[in-house]
């Protein structure tokens, strides 16, 4: 911080500085702190923070999802003794203002479709308020760090505090902690999902390369995806070209080790396309017990000699859940934009990937805002808000884009705006980190933007 009494030194010695010297300075070698201006660092809400904003002016919200009918149902605690009425026009108001207008516009996103279509909006009455379950949520942090918990979540679809399980050896431990942390039982489901593995093939060398396509690292047999072509601008204000994939993607997870990446594979002297330049090394987080915070399983390398990564593949085919995709490519998709909390902001959304290790496949969106337990070269670490969703996800798929796929006046019919990267799975979903979370952990929202 620039105080008075360090401005006036720096006055005083530049003003002996130029008593000295008779001849002109050199202006490139006078750097002072002055000169560098004041940034205040605005970091992204994650998307229970934008569902606790819309509670403060909306008392009893609980929460936005998509039903099967793609009507978009939010969900309210009422007062059972009073017989008024919710008023529609008000809860639309109040949601507006943090998630836009837009939002009661339901757009299906397969990559078959791209046209909006209007939905009905549900009012629907549940036991407990988005703040209630945040205070669940909070008190139960503390069993993260239970040996076989795999995430934690605030379930807005089922109304209650969802707690996922490599098995049911654990749920009795668990629920004997309720009665002293003062959570009511009914307020919290566990249910086993299995163990979260990383999942490290659209597998030709392609020039210039393109998001969705198989790379690995030097002296490994690792196999990932590239997530999507970016700008990065480290602190000191430079600017480097190149991609974004998942940080276990490289030879320490959640560590800059600069290892080199190649597409599709390792071969000496050749197919390199860059090496890791920034991977966040996060501080211990006291509020979480001690653990390493991270909010995205992500990285970013610079490019190589070989040209820069330009949109999208596009695959010839999208399966459904349970199902492998095509790995064809037939051609390149642009990317309109990185997306915001807002565009998956609600359970129930359509959302694709596109991987190296099963292609091309559609699914919707399961849970929001989840903290799982993950691991890393040292320490324990927690995810914070990782979105889970049902499509197919397999070996090689890490790094893969989240995308939703839509139109523009004035774009290509199928545009492309990326809203994630995928890292690993249980048996039951696939875990992915918002842009959001790769922003906030690269510390600026300028820090990574869009290459195009």
């Not at 300075?25 to 006078?30: F, K």
């Not at 009661?104 to 629907?124: C, D, G, H, N, W």
Request: with cysteine.
């Amino acid at each position: 911080m620039i105080t008075f009494r360090t401005t006036i030194g720096i006055l005083v010695t530049l003003f002996l500085v130029a008593s000295c010297n008779t001849s002109a300075p050199n202006q490139e070698t006078i750097e002072t702190q002055a000169n560098v201006p004041s940034v205040v660092v605005k970091q992204p809400e994650t998307l229970d923070d934008m569902f606790i904003r819309v509670s403060k002016n909306l008392p009893g919200f609980a929460g936005l999802h998509y039903d099967e009918s793609n009507n978009l149902v939010v969900s309210m605690k009422t007062d059972p003794n009073s017989r008024a009425a919710i008023n529609k026009n008000m809860v639309e108001e109040q949601i507006s203002a943090v998630f836009g207008q837009e939002l009661f516009m339901s757009t299906s996103s397969y990559q078959a479709k791209a046209s909006s279509v209007a939905t009905e909006l549900i009012i629907r009455p549940v036991e407990f308020s988005m703040i209630e379950l945040a205070d669940i949520f909070k008190k139960l942090r503390t069993v993260m760090f239970l040996e076989s918990v795999t995430f934690i979540d605030i379930d807005e679809k089922i109304n209650k505090v969802y707690i996922g399980v490599e098995n049911n050896k654990i749920v009795t431990t668990i629920r004997n902690q309720f009665d002293s942390l003062g959570v009511p039982p009914e307020s919290v489901v566990i249910e086993k999902v299995g163990e979260v593995s990383d999942k490290a093939a659209l597998t030709d060398k392609i020039e210039p390369p393109l998001g969705g396509l198989k790379i690995t690292r030097k002296f490994g047999t690792y196999i990932c995806t590239i997530s999507f072509p970016a700008k990065f601008t480290d602190f000191g204000g430079r600017t480097y070209d190149g991609f974004i994939t998942a940080s276990h993607c490289t030879t320490r997870k959640f560590a800059s080790d600069f290892v080199a990446i190649y597409q599709p594979v390792y071969v000496s002297g050749t197919n390199a396309i860059g090496e890791e330049h920034y991977d966040p090394n996060p501080p211990v987080d006291n509020l979480f017990g001690g653990a390493y915070i991270r909010y995205s399983d992500s990285a970013f390398i610079r490019s190589g000699t070989l040209p820069k990564v330009n949109g999208m593949a596009q695959v010839t085919s999208y399966a459904d859940p349970g199902y492998r995709g095509s790995i064809i490519i037939r051609g390149r998709a642009p990317i309109d934009k990185l997306g915001s909390n807002n565009d998956i902001s609600i359970i129930g959304t359509t959302l694709s990937k596109v991987g190296a290790g099963t292609g091309g496949t559609n699914g919707k969106l399961k849970r929001t805002c989840v903290d799982v337990k993950t691991t890393a070269y040292v320490g324990t670490w927690t995810l914070r808000c990782q979105f889970t969703a049902n499509y197919t996800f397999g070996y090689g798929d890490s790094g893969s884009p989240v995308i939703r796929y839509g139109s523009r006046p004035g774009q290509p019919f199928f545009t492309v705006n990326v809203v994630g990267i995928n890292w690993g799975s249980t048996s039951t979903e696939v875990f992915f980190s918002p842009i959001s979370g790769i922003i906030r952990d690269f510390g600026r929202s300028d820090s990574i933007v869009l290459l195009k």
